[in-house]
């Protein structure tokens, strides 16, 4: 039987867009341009995959011209098709001239895109460069098609801009390539609110702008379809820009936030004030035996992980030390986050039957002091379901399954923990802990004045927490701790060349985890060569252009150099949250949806190389390998670039790999498996995990969530009558 041609096809293809790619700056911007979308859509197809369909953030254009319906209808038809049709070819070459794509034409209307294939650092400034031609040069072809100004001819172009997410690919039977999204729509409204000769964008597009131009910001518009105003600028006039930098300058610089993450690879740098002021807490612990707490505040990602784990690091030896991170799927499942924290250290897998679990507990409660029948009641209280047992137990059992006994037997807990020595606990992500596990850490540490305990709260938000004894806030690195942060990632260069640094710095505005994945761009590229001893620098591989400014389309852009295949893998992760199972990727779906990937641990571990994913060294569900995305951030743009068309088939596969998986434990995880379902678009399969979910935070004390699982339960039709009946009587009076 003859090979098929389509792995040699690919091959070639993808050999080809690796030569296009390391030859932009040789080719020219918008010819290169060109060639790298024709190059990876045929790449794509070629292997097979469906992926020339995604989602991308991107920056829409949307042109029209003012007056063409009275001048349409004063002209002769074919006059008219003249007219547009040299318009259109205008328009056309100063689009791809600045390298965008021309989407669409509607009659006098012209549709653009940037970013929908590549993303690149000025793609916003690109789009504003065009916009800028057209409204500049537009009038002269008017002109020149012999049209006279206030009478037959147009008064001219208006622009509108706006930047976002979109869907991106080929629709319908025969396979137009078409970009759709609200961003999309919200670009065409932008272009209804200019006057002719303007242009408007929003901003979106401003933050985008490494050097943005003196702007004048208009009224906020309200679009229709849109729920709130959308805030709107255009380009100041000359005589503007003379008043105004007076002022503020000659531009403006809007706070760009959402940038930071925490290193995972890297030496620690700088940093040093805030490490001083952890370590003064502890030795007041230690000298004096009384606990403090203190919050870890920052931006996602500025690295509060990377200072705790510095800081962690320089305990003396036999600190007791507990460490966790709250799930962002599992903020609305009672009691998840103290599962976590008391699962790591007691051993205990996700997987476990109830039984098993308890046994667990028991024996962990065993080695460290804490009574039998503490140590049960606490199981109870975190949903653990095992065999009854009647011995005396010393808080009284009834609200051991309340939220205020609960508090009482983590303090418990707590307090055995830290019997022998000093104990440092660390809960990081804060910000997704279900309520009833907060609400029980906070009364716990509360109560735990006098006992020598270090509590490092890690959240991203301002928050407040009654025992707070210290505030801790993370801002960027200086310039110097920067740079000296960029020179350690590229240590294997001698000496590092400063166009490597300046490119590493110079947009990541002192962020380590930008930093950090700006040189892995440059490894990805093959500007660096870790292989050889020293690393190798090729000057001809460090992109001029095309660098994306935003740390969101930097990870995107890291993602569309991936192969199809691992592109498929992350996406597919993406749906479980950060932490996922190497046996979830080659789940089996709905007939005809996606296959399932082959061989994923291989891929797993390429991707790791690459500094995207991490392996666990341990698996909280039994039998299977877990991994997690190297952060949070990197998780979002995975998921972000999933097809909602493709999400529900994901969603259901990953809710009854869960089922399977975790088997009679389920029940503890019944919110998140019911949050899958729901995604889904199978309400019947997740109103009773809602109820389920409903009805253990009411029996661990957690009121405000039974209520809100139990609404999500009668949002079914499907539950039973008599389910129905319980839930409303409960909902009526008794919670």
Same mark, same amino acid.
């Given at each position: 039987?003859?090979?098929?041609?389509?792995?040699?096809?690919?091959?070639?293809?993808?050999?080809?867009?690796?030569?296009?790619?390391?030859? !932009? $700056? =040789? +080719? &020219?911007?918008?010819?290169?341009? #060109?060639?790298?979308?024709?190059?990876?859509? %045929? @790449?794509? *197809?070629?292997?097979?995959?469906?992926?020339?369909?995604?989602?991308?953030?991107?920056?829409?254009?949307?042109?029209?011209?003012?007056?063409?319906?009275?001048?349409?209808?004063?002209?002769?038809?074919?006059?008219?098709?003249?007219?547009?049709?040299?318009?259109?070819?205008?328009?056309?070459?100063?689009?791809?001239?600045?390298?965008?794509?021309?989407?669409?034409?509607?009659?006098?209307?012209?549709?653009?895109?940037?970013?929908?294939?590549?993303?690149?650092?000025?793609?916003?400034?690109?789009?504003?460069?065009?916009?800028?031609?057209?409204?500049?040069?537009?009038?002269?072809?008017?002109?020149?098609?012999?049209?006279?100004?206030?009478?037959?001819?147009?008064?001219?172009?208006?622009?509108?801009?706006?930047?976002?997410?979109?869907? !991106? $690919? =080929? +629709? &319908?039977?025969?396979?137009?390539? #078409?970009?759709?999204?609200?961003?999309?729509? %919200? @670009?065409? *409204?932008?272009?209804?609110?200019?006057?002719?000769?303007?242009?408007?964008?929003?901003?979106?597009?401003?933050?985008?702008?490494?050097?943005?131009?003196?702007?004048?910001?208009?009224?906020?518009?309200?679009?229709?379809?849109?729920?709130?105003?959308?805030?709107?600028?255009?380009?100041?006039?000359?005589?503007?820009?003379?008043?105004?930098?007076?002022?503020?300058?000659?531009?403006?610089?809007?706070?760009?936030?959402?940038?930071?993450?925490?290193?995972?690879?890297?030496?620690?740098?700088?940093?040093?004030?805030?490490?001083?002021?952890?370590?003064?807490?502890?030795?007041?612990?230690?000298?004096?035996?009384?606990?403090?707490?203190?919050?870890?505040?920052?931006?996602?990602?500025?690295?509060?992980?990377?200072?705790?784990?510095?800081?962690?690091?320089?305990?003396?030896?036999?600190?007791?030390?507990?460490?966790?991170?709250?799930?962002?799927? %599992?903020?609305?499942?009672?009691?998840?986050?103290?599962?976590?924290?008391?699962?790591?250290?007691?051993?205990?897998?996700?997987?476990?039957?109830?039984?098993?679990?308890?046994?667990?507990?028991?024996?962990?409660?065993?080695?460290?002091?804490?009574?039998?029948?503490?140590?049960?009641?606490?199981?109870?209280?975190?949903?653990?379901?095992?065999?009854?047992?009647?011995?005396?137990?010393?808080?009284?059992?009834?609200?051991?399954?309340?939220?205020?006994?609960?508090?009482?037997?983590?303090?418990?807990?707590?307090?055995?923990?830290?019997?022998?020595?000093?104990?440092?606990?660390?809960?990081?992500?804060?910000?997704?802990?279900?309520?009833?596990?907060?609400?029980?850490?906070?009364?716990?540490?509360?109560?735990?004045?006098?006992?020598?305990?270090?509590?490092?709260?890690?959240?991203?938000?301002?928050?407040?927490?009654?025992?707070?004894?210290?505030?801790?806030?993370?801002?960027?690195?200086?310039?110097?701790?920067?740079?000296?942060?960029?020179?350690?990632?590229?240590?294997?260069?001698?000496?590092?060349?400063?166009?490597?640094?300046?490119?590493?710095?110079?947009?990541?505005?002192?962020?380590?985890?930008?930093?950090?994945?700006?040189?892995?761009?440059?490894?990805?590229?093959?500007?660096?060569?870790?292989?050889?001893?020293?690393?190798?620098?090729?000057?001809?591989?460090?992109?001029?252009?095309?660098?994306?400014?935003?740390?969101?389309?930097?990870?995107?852009?890291?993602?569309?150099?991936?192969?199809?295949?691992?592109?498929?893998?992350?996406?597919?992760?993406?749906?479980?949250?950060?932490?996922?199972?190497?046996?979830?990727?080659?789940?089996?779906?709905?007939?005809?949806?996606?296959?399932?990937?082959?061989?994923?641990?291989?891929?797993?571990?390429?991707?790791?190389?690459?500094?995207?994913?991490?392996?666990?060294?341990?698996?909280?569900?039994?039998?299977?390998?877990?991994?997690?995305?190297?952060?949070?951030?990197?998780?979002?743009?995975?998921?972000?670039?999933?097809?909602?068309?493709?999400?529900?088939?994901?969603?259901?596969?990953?809710?009854?790999?869960?089922?399977?998986?975790?088997?009679?434990?389920?029940?503890?995880?019944?919110?998140?498996?019911?949050?899958?379902?729901?995604?889904?678009?199978?309400?019947?399969?997740?109103?009773?995990?809602?109820?389920?979910?409903?009805?253990?935070?009411?029996?661990?004390?957690?009121?405000?969530?039974?209520?809100?699982?139990?609404?999500?339960?009668?949002?079914?039709?499907?539950?039973?009558?008599?389910?129905?009946?319980?839930?409303?009587?409960?909902?009526?009076?008794?919670?």
């Amino acid at each position: 039987m003859p090979r098929s041609k389509k792995p040699c096809e690919k091959e070639l293809l993808e050999r080809a867009l690796r030569l296009v790619s390391d030859h !932009v $700056g =040789e +080719i &020219g911007g918008a010819a290169a341009s #060109a060639a790298v979308k024709i190059l990876r859509a %045929a @790449a794509d *197809r070629a292997g097979g995959e469906r992926n020339f369909r995604r989602r991308a953030r991107i920056i829409v254009l949307f042109a029209d011209l003012a007056g063409y319906t009275p001048y349409s209808e004063a002209t002769d038809a074919e006059e008219v098709s003249a007219f547009v049709g040299g318009l259109w070819e205008h328009l056309d070459h100063l689009v791809h001239a600045a390298g965008g794509r021309v989407l669409q034409h509607f009659g006098d209307a012209i549709l653009a895109v940037w970013g929908d294939e590549t993303a690149r650092e000025d793609d916003a400034e690109r789009a504003l460069e065009c916009a800028a031609a057209i409204l500049g040069t537009v009038p002269a072809y008017i002109q020149a098609c012999g049209l006279e100004a206030g009478k037959t001819a147009p008064p001219g172009m208006r622009v509108g801009i706006h930047a976002g997410p979109a869907f !991106v $690919g =080929e +629709i &319908g039977s025969v396979g137009e390539y #078409a970009v759709l999204g609200d961003t999309v729509n %919200a @670009a065409a *409204r932008l272009q209804t609110a200019a006057t002719p000769g303007q242009t408007v964008f929003s901003e979106a597009v401003l933050r985008l702008l490494k050097y943005p131009p003196v702007v004048r910001e208009l009224p906020p518009l309200a679009l229709k379809g849109k729920t709130e105003a959308i805030k709107a600028y255009t380009i100041a006039k000359r005589e503007e820009c003379a008043r105004e930098s007076a002022s503020y300058g000659p531009t403006l610089r809007p706070a760009r936030s959402g940038r930071k993450t925490a290193l995972q690879e890297s030496s620690m740098v700088g940093r040093e004030q805030e490490l001083r002021a952890l370590s003064g807490l502890f030795e007041g612990i230690a000298a004096h035996g009384l606990a403090r707490t203190a919050l870890v505040l920052g931006d996602a990602g500025i690295g509060k992980s990377r200072l705790i784990a510095e800081f962690l690091s320089r305990l003396p030896v036999g600190t007791g030390i507990i460490v966790a991170s709250a799930r962002e799927t %599992a903020r609305d499942s009672p009691n998840a986050f103290l599962r976590s924290i008391i699962g790591r250290e007691a051993d205990i897998l996700d997987s476990d039957p109830g039984d098993m679990a308890t046994a667990k507990l028991v024996s962990h409660a065993e080695a460290i002091g804490l009574e039998k029948g503490i140590a049960r009641a606490f199981a109870r209280f975190l949903g653990y379901e095992g065999p009854a047992e009647t011995a005396c137990v010393p808080i009284d059992e009834k609200r051991g399954l309340t939220s205020e006994g609960g508090y009482a037997l983590l303090a418990a807990y707590l307090r055995a923990r830290s019997r022998e020595t000093t104990l440092v606990i660390t809960l990081e992500d804060m910000t997704w802990a279900d309520a009833a596990s907060r609400s029980a850490i906070e009364d716990a540490l509360e109560s735990l004045s006098e006992t020598p305990i270090l509590a490092l709260l890690a959240s991203r938000e301002e928050t407040e927490f009654r025992s707070a004894d210290a505030r801790i806030r993370l801002d960027s690195l200086p310039s110097k701790e920067a740079a000296a942060l960029a020179s350690s990632l590229l240590e294997g260069l001698s000496p590092i060349p400063s166009e490597l640094l300046e490119f590493s710095l110079s947009r990541a505005e002192g962020n380590p985890y930008f930093i950090e994945e700006c040189v892995r761009f440059l490894f990805d590229r093959g500007a660096v060569d870790r292989s050889a001893s020293p690393w190798a620098y090729d000057a001809r591989k460090l992109p001029k252009k095309g660098v994306p400014l935003a740390l969101a389309d930097l990870l995107q852009a890291r993602l569309d150099a991936l192969e199809p295949a691992d592109r498929g893998i992350l996406e597919t992760a993406s749906v479980f949250g950060r932490v996922f199972w190497l046996s979830a990727l080659s789940a089996r779906g709905r007939p005809g949806g996606r296959a399932a990937h082959s061989n994923p641990r291989k891929r797993l571990e390429a991707l790791a190389e690459r500094g995207l994913v991490l392996k666990n060294p341990a698996s909280t569900v039994a039998g299977t390998e877990e991994w997690c995305f190297a952060h949070n951030l990197l998780r979002d743009v995975a998921y972000d670039r999933v097809l909602k068309s493709d999400r529900p088939e994901l969603h259901e596969r990953a809710a009854r790999w869960l089922l399977d998986h975790l088997g009679s434990s389920a029940a503890r995880e019944a919110a998140v498996i019911a949050e899958h379902f729901a995604h889904a678009g199978r309400p019947s399969d997740a109103a009773g995990l809602f109820a389920a979910a409903g009805d253990m935070a009411d029996r661990v004390g957690d009121p405000r969530a039974a209520a809100r699982l139990y609404k999500r339960a009668l949002d079914s039709e499907s539950l039973p009558p008599a389910a129905k009946t319980r839930i409303a009587q409960r909902l009526a009076g008794e919670l």
